[in-house]
């Protein structure tokens, strides 16, 4: 297991298409997990594939040791392009999963996060779905 915090995601954010591109971000949480929907419009960025070092690292997070495995998860290809993973995080006595898919329908990027004890395929691919059905319509005109 690698011992870096290196493997975090990272985002420029003084790039200037960053600073500057349209976003929105939708949450929702309970006493079992939460979902996190993030849009933003930004033709030139798509996450690359999981770097083999990043599959599994430690980190170390107010101060205390925390161990991140990553698998990628084979979900049903949606846009563009699309990818998705499922992170199981261990520390300080808890567990959780964290599913992550990206989606790229045109400009768009859609960001979901599923956060949950444990993130279900079969529910990981139905959210992942009906968001980029949202999209697409809202993309279209046709959402409210």
């Known amino acids: 297991m690698r011992q870096s915090s290196s493997c975090a995601p990272r ?5 200037p298409e960053v600073r500057t591109a349209p976003a929105a971000v939708v949450a929702y949480s309970s006493d079992e997990g939460s979902v996190t929907q993030a849009l933003v419009d930004l033709p030139s960025a798509f996450p690359g594939e999981l770097p083999a070092a990043c599959a599994s690292y430690q980190a170390v997070v107010e101060g205390e040791t925390v161990s991140y495995v990553t698998r990628t998860v084979d979900l049903p290809p949606l846009g563009d392009q699309s990818r998705a ?11 959780l999963e964290v599913g992550s898919v990206v989606i790229r329908a045109g400009t768009v990027v859609m960001s979901l996060l ?7 395929y079969d529910g990981l691919a139905d959210q992942s779905r009906e ?10 005109g046709d959402g409210a």
Do not use: F, I, P, S
């Open 131 to 140: 968001a980029y059905e949202k999209l697409t319509l809202a993309m279209n």
């Open 85 to 95: 993973h499922v992170t199981a995080v261990t520390g300080g006595g808890q567990r």
């Open 11 to 15: 985002l420029d954010l003084d790039r």
């Open 114 to 120: 599923v956060v949950a004890r444990k993130v279900k």
